[in-house]
């Protein structure tokens, strides 16, 4: 197999048109993403879109464990602790050119099919959720877990994590609340289910459609066949938590601060367990990230999508800046310790002021 970080291929259609196949190729990495990958997506999916011959795209990931982890912030930060004149622009790129390539998926012109398997999280989420077609296949982990890292919940969480019922969004951008594919069809993070078994038979009915020159036609006629088979196997579902726990997430995420949050989520973990993993990642996770994340979500309710993700760029630049995000790293992902000293260390501490540093552009 190829070294490249990312294979495409094209597969022959029906009337002689072709589907792009773009297959994330990092398995051991559980398909992290670089900035090399969002280089290569970018470029060929601009060819793409300017080819008439090519009438969808199809992302997916390779390896049994998942499509993507998220980005490999570990290299953005070990960029950072280099240090020199020249330690942020590695991660400066990475964050311009991933957003960018988030947001040309969500206004590209042609049925945009991601078939999603295993972990999907951060921003794996981000490559998915402008897809016009999302596919969750049986074992899915889908969670923005940026609070670990002192960071927050970028690749236009924003946009996406409002438009989830209730308040279910805000939750899981203030705890990385992992979420089940029941769970992220719920939520609005996916469409379709279509298990791994049929995967084949999907993809070879995919393309065998009445492929034309119309766009719209096309998204439709994808539409239909993802509904058909999420219709044959929607019996394999899991129950989804985040419908089961509908009033008490708008409870916990309608507080009027983190904090407010942050203790909801204790009193919620005292009552059921299912609340008590969000509730212990929450309260030992960065302090800033999780009062900036709160903030964030509320400045985004009513932005496009576009000034999401240019909200975002400034924020990645200045937690890139700040101590807790590289600190994260570093005890999540680079000396592994999982002892990361935040600063301050209490939601009491962090001021109005270090929040309002973060959206200082």
Not at 214 to 230: E, P, Y
Request: charged share 20%; with cysteine; proline share 5%.
């Amino acid at each position: 197999m190829s070294d490249s970080p990312v294979l495409f291929e094209e597969r022959a259609a029906a009337n002689g048109y072709r589907i792009g196949v773009a297959r994330l190729n990092r398995p051991r990495q559980l398909n992290a993403i670089t900035l090399e990958m969002c280089e290569l997506l970018r470029d060929r999916l601009r060819q793409w879109a300017a080819d008439e011959s090519v009438v969808a795209v199809l992302l997916e990931g390779l390896g049994d464990k998942g499509f993507s982890a998220g980005g490999d912030v570990a290299e953005v930060v070990r960029q950072v602790r280099a240090g020199g004149p020249s330690r942020y622009v590695y991660g400066d790129s990475f964050f311009e050119v991933e957003y960018g390539l988030d947001r040309m998926i969500h206004e590209y012109p042609k049925p945009f099919i991601a078939y999603i398997h295993g972990v999907c999280m951060g921003g794996g989420l981000g490559l998915v959720a402008g897809a016009s077609h999302r596919i969750v296949s049986e074992q899915v982990r889908m969670a923005m877990p940026e609070i670990h890292i002192g960071l927050f919940p970028d690749v236009g969480g924003g946009f996406f994590l409002n438009r989830m019922p209730g308040a279910a969004g805000v939750v899981m951008a203030l705890t990385g609340l992992i979420i089940n594919e029941a769970d992220a069809l719920f939520g609005g993070l996916a469409d379709w289910f279509v298990p791994k078994e049929a995967k084949g038979d999907f993809t070879e009915a995919l393309s065998a459609l009445p492929w034309q020159a119309d766009a719209a036609a096309n998204r439709a006629s994808v539409g239909l066949l993802c509904a058909g088979f999420h219709h044959r196997y929607k019996a394999g579902l899991p129950l989804a938590n985040l419908q089961h726990y509908f009033d008490a997430l708008r409870f916990i995420g309608m507080q009027p601060d983190v904090i407010g949050v942050r203790d909801a989520l204790l009193a919620a973990a005292q009552e059921d367990p299912w609340f008590e993993a969000p509730a212990r990642s929450l309260a030992g996770g960065s302090p800033t990230a999780a009062h900036v994340t709160y903030e964030y979500l509320r400045r985004c309710r009513l932005r496009s999508l576009a000034e999401v993700l240019e909200l975002d760029l400034v924020l990645a630049r200045q937690f890139q800046r700040h101590g807790d995000f590289p600190e994260g790293v570093r005890a999540l992902l680079i000396d592994k310790d999982r002892k990361p000293v935040w600063t301050p260390a209490r939601f009491e501490d962090v001021s109005p002021a270090l929040i309002q540093a973060h959206f200082s552009g």
